[in-house]
């Protein structure tokens, strides 16, 4: 069922940003945290600005959880499971992994 | 109910303006009939900073009188109407403009007059006084072609008219009968300082002059002989010799007058006619004339509660203590500094190097504190104050109380505990101990919060440190921990951060995580690190070690809009385009179909570029000559300017070419907020310069420089640090006022808050950048000079490397558009469609 589409090279992606691929139809925010070597993938649309501008929030840790704060209005969504941290919404999460250093997502 | 009663006011002066205001505060006016009697042409004008009609400040600006005031309250006030005499038995006042007003109660608000001596020839043409804004304006005809001017008279208000001749061009003089200046509030040694202070400000000064005759000048229009056989000639005598109560309209009334003039008042301020009360300067109490306006605004509010019958509150006497900066120099006394009391005993120190002077007059068993000077340093006047007035218990030492502090040797603080509720701490504005606490348990936590909710600090600002002090101390019983850590990840202030990052070097933020701070970083501590980082170092902000810091809109060099395209804004220094470069932006703009709109700093804003077309569009607009305009970051953003001298017919100096030159030095200069200049080439101000946070605009004599202003959410209307600067001195006091601000604002505080956070106010900030009080200023102006040379245009940084131009694509991995994006046509240009439009998907314009 999982089906990784390989996006970009680890090294498209700046460390402490994200970037916005197109997967299967779906627009995915893609985060590379300087805090980890892990990648993390979530929906790119905001649910509450509603504009497709997530990948290019600040990537924040609040009180241990890293977020991306929205770009728009500052609400933070836990890039682990995207959980809202301010209102009762949500965004989508998805697998991503590492290969040979090319950045792979199942959406 | 009975009728209306009749009351009427003679004089609209500050005091008497008070008293309106009082009792229509206090009760509904409309049971009044209330008549005002102005001899003046104008309504109440603040008299105290009267001299800023010399620098500037109009007389609208000095108006007192809320908009509708007279109006709304019912209040018939009638101008240029003197009156004449009361009839007292018919209760009523006759006027110069021969009607009869008839009275229940009558207020006598007349002021006084300025004394001029009666020397032979004291009635001279070009011989003003210092009162009225009429008076201005014939000291001012006065000044014109002439050379030289003479204040006779150096008390309090001789030195401020001194100031103004000063200010107007004149070599200028003082002189004085008694054998000292201020002799009533300074004694000898401070006498001599502040002479030699003045003196040095180009000011000469004559004491012990008696003048016996006024006659015909050789080089000058007149000549004064004085009674030692001196004379001195000058085209300018301005009388400045004190004031006299206004008092014969009672005395030909008959009320009872002191032995030496002045209208006697009991308690409730009424006079020898229990239904006629007098108030202010024209009045006596307990065989003393107030010239000072915080005892007028007293009776003023005793005589609305007595005549409103809603309040018991008596005249009781006022503190006569004073602080005050006179040319420059900071004066202050306080109570009994003659030491006139028995047994007093003082201490001074006098320091002839810095020239500061300070005496403390202490009762026998120096315990309490009577009195005190202060010349050239009045830091400590609140403290001292406090003690005098509360009769707190003084230090075992209390020499310490004026001696600098010395290692090993802590300046004996007042604690404000030991000050009672009722200690007045703001006597401009009459504001107590307790009502700044009271402010404080109502969730004012900062100075800022407390001026706003008490107006504690905001006439003269000199009781600013102790209202600091007394919001500490409730702060501290109320067990409030002000929490000034920027965020989870650093324990600091951004004042604490600017300057670690720029005294230990450090280049990164993660150096400073990994050094200062804890966790990973958030929103708030990031783009502040690359702001500072920026302020300090000036890198490129898109490096890889600085682009994870910055904020939604310096990340992508754009303003995100609601959909998330953006606005472009190329910079158009001081509002300055050619029609070729209009031109050019007219065809991007077509181009690429972006909404356009002026801005109100004098430039265009392109509207709905998407993320891959804004290197095209940018690589357009640096070929046609444009540089970024900065719109997304908190930095300088314009400098608005009027079109001046080249063109306007009144325009005074080169406007626009100030504005062009400070724009293309100070853009690119990342602050804690956005920044906002603008210049003007007259006093007509077309450019709005006194809403910005820099503010210039020319006079005949140089430029005048503004700061801390803001239009906005909380206007605040700037405040003028110096004036009559030449280009240069201008550039380098810009320099140091913007650095300081970089140095020690707070995140996202603008110059109007960070002024109204600042202890010590304007004053202080003189102090800084004027002055160099705190020896920083080389440092400051080679810091600016260091970010001038440095400056980049990012744009152009950007598009000149194929590396960093991957991120503008809205997919890594894709060309496709984001199809989220709508626009609809509206009046001929695009806008983003509404939820609306999008669902019923009509007349939706396709993106390209």
């Known amino acids: ?107 | 109910m009975s009728a209306a009663q009749n009351i009427v006011v003679i004089g609209n002066g500050m005091v008497g303006h008070k008293f309106l205001e009082s009792l229509v505060a206090i009760d509904d006016s409309k049971q009044y009939n209330i008549t005002v009697l102005c001899e003046e042409p104008r309504a109440a004008y603040d008299r105290v900073y009267l001299s800023s009609y010399f620098t500037g400040k109009t007389a609208e600006d000095l108006s007192l009188v809320s908009e509708g005031f007279f109006e709304n309250n019912n209040i018939d006030i009638k101008l240029n109407c003197k009156a004449e005499s009361i009839d007292r038995s018919a209760k009523t006042v006759a006027t110069s403009t021969n009607e009869t007003i008839s009275y229940d109660k009558l207020v006598l608000a007349t002021g006084s007059y300025p004394f001029v001596p009666p020397v032979p020839g004291h009635d001279r043409d070009n011989c003003p006084v210092y009162r009225t804004i009429e008076d201005l304006e014939a000291i001012k005809e006065s000044a014109k072609g002439s050379k030289v001017g003479v204040v006779v008279g150096g008390g309090l208000l001789g030195l401020e008219a001194a100031k103004a001749l000063h200010d107007l061009g004149l070599e200028t003089h003082v002189v004085e009968f008694a054998p000292r200046l201020m002799a009533v509030q300074v004694d000898e040694a401070g006498g001599t300082l502040l002479r030699t202070k003045i003196e040095e400000l180009g000011v000469k000064v004559h004491t012990g002059k008696n003048t016996q005759n006024i006659t015909d000048g050789d080089q000058c229009f007149h000549k004064m002989e004085f009674a030692d056989g001196e004379s001195l000639e000058t085209d300018v005598i301005l009388f400045s010799a004190g004031i006299r109560p206004q008092d014969a309209i009672a005395r030909e009334s008959e009320i009872e007058l002191g032995p030496r003039g002045g209208i006697s008042i009991n308690d409730h301020c009424q006079t020898s006619d229990p239904d006629v009360y007098a108030i202010g300067e024209c009045a006596l109490w307990g065989g003393m004339i107030y010239g000072l306006v915080a005892p007028g605004y007293n009776m003023a509010k005793v005589v609305a509660q007595h005549i409103s019958g809603t309040g018991t509150d008596t005249f009781e006497g006022a503190d006569m203590s004073t602080k005050l900066k006179l040319m420059g120099v900071d004066v202050a006394s306080i109570g009994d500094c003659h030491a006139r009391t028995e047994g007093a005993l003082s201490y001074s120190y006098n320091d002839e190097v810095n020239q500061v002077y300070k005496k403390i007059v202490v009762s026998a068993d120096k315990k309490l504190l009577l009195g005190a000077v202060m010349i050239g340093d009045a830091d400590d006047y609140g403290n001292l104050l406090q003690l005098a007035l509360n009769g707190i218990e003084l230090p075992a030492n209390p020499e310490a109380l004026i001696l600098p502090a010395m290692d090993g040797m802590e300046k004996p603080a007042l604690g404000t505990d030991a000050l009672p509720d009722t200690a007045q701490i703001c006597s401009c504005n009459d504001i107590s101990k307790g009502a700044i606490c009271c402010s404080v348990q109502e969730g004012a936590h900062t100075i800022g919060d407390v001026k706003a909710a008490t107006t504690a600090g905001t006439a003269c600002g000199g009781c600013a440190p102790l209202v600091t002090q007394v919001m500490n101390a409730e702060l501290a019983n109320l067990g409030v921990e002000v929490n000034t850590d920027i965020c989870e990840h650093f324990a600091y202030t951004r004042q604490d951060l600017y300057n670690i990052i720029k005294i230990e070097g450090i280049k990164s933020f993660k150096a400073l995580l990994e050094k200062h701070g804890t966790g990973h970083g958030c929103e708030i501590c990031k783009p502040l690190a690359g702001s500072i980082l920026a302020s300090v170092w000036n890198e490129y902000v898109l490096d890889d070690k600085h682009i994870g810091l910055q904020d939604t809109n310096d990340i992508y060099l754009g303003n995100m809009q609601k959909d998330g395209t953006y606005s472009v804004v190329p910079r158009m220094p001081g509002g300055e385009v050619t029609p070729e470069g209009l031109i050019e932006i007219g065809k991007v703009a077509k181009d690429y179909g972006l909404y356009t709109k002026l801005t109100g700093g004098q430039r265009v804003d392109l509207f709905g570029a998407q993320l891959h077309q804004l290197p095209e569009i940018w690589k357009r607009l640096i070929d046609a000559g444009f540089e970024t305009g900065h719109a997304y970051g908190k930095s300088l953003r314009t400098v608005k300017s009027c079109v001046g001298s080249t063109w306007c017919r009144f325009g005074v100096d080169d406007s626009v070419g100030l504005a062009i030159e400070l724009e293309n030095r100070y853009k690119g200069v990342r602050g804690p907020h956005k920044i906002k200049f603008a210049v003007s080439g007259c006093t007509r101000e077309c450019a709005e310069a006194q809403s910005k946070d820099v503010g210039v605009i020319a006079t005949e004599k140089g430029w005048n420089l503004y700061v801390c202003g803001n239009g906005g959410m909380k206007p605040r209307h700037t405040d003028l640090l110096a004036q009559d600067l030449d280009k240069e001195t201008l550039i380098k006091y810009i320099d140091r006022f913007l650095m300081f601000y970089v140095k020690t604002g707070d995140r996202l505080q603008r110059t109007s808050v960070w002024m109204d956070n600042l202890e010590g106010g304007l004053d202080y900030l003189k102090e800084v950048v004027l002055e160099d009080k705190l020896g920083l200023a080389s440092e400051l102006e080679a810091q600016m000079e260091a970010l001038v040379d440095t400056y980049q245009c990012e744009w152009k940084t950007t598009i000149e490397s194929p590396e960093r131009l991957k991120r503008f694509s809205h997919f890594i991995n894709a060309d496709e558009k984001d199809d989220n994006i709508k626009f609809v046509e509206e009046r001929g240009q695009i806008r983003p469609a509404s939820e609306d439009e999008r669902l019923k998907n009509v007349d939706l314009i396709a993106v390209s």
């Open chain 1, 1 to 107: 069922m999982t089906n990784f589409v390989d996006v970009c090279a680890l090294n498209d992606i700046n460390k402490d940003t994200g970037v916005c691929a197109l997967v299967n139809g779906k627009q995915v925010a893609i985060f590379r945290p300087a805090a980890t070597d892990e990648l993390f993938a979530v929906g790119n649309f905001d649910p509450i600005g509603k504009a497709n501008v997530l990948s290019r929030g600040l990537i924040s840790d609040i009180k241990g959880q890293l977020t991306v704060a929205s770009p728009l209005y500052k609400q933070h969504y836990v890039l682990a499971d995207g959980s809202c941290l301010e209102e009762d919404v949500s965004i989508p999460t998805y697998s991503v992994k590492i290969e040979n250093d090319r950045v792979l997502v199942a959406a």
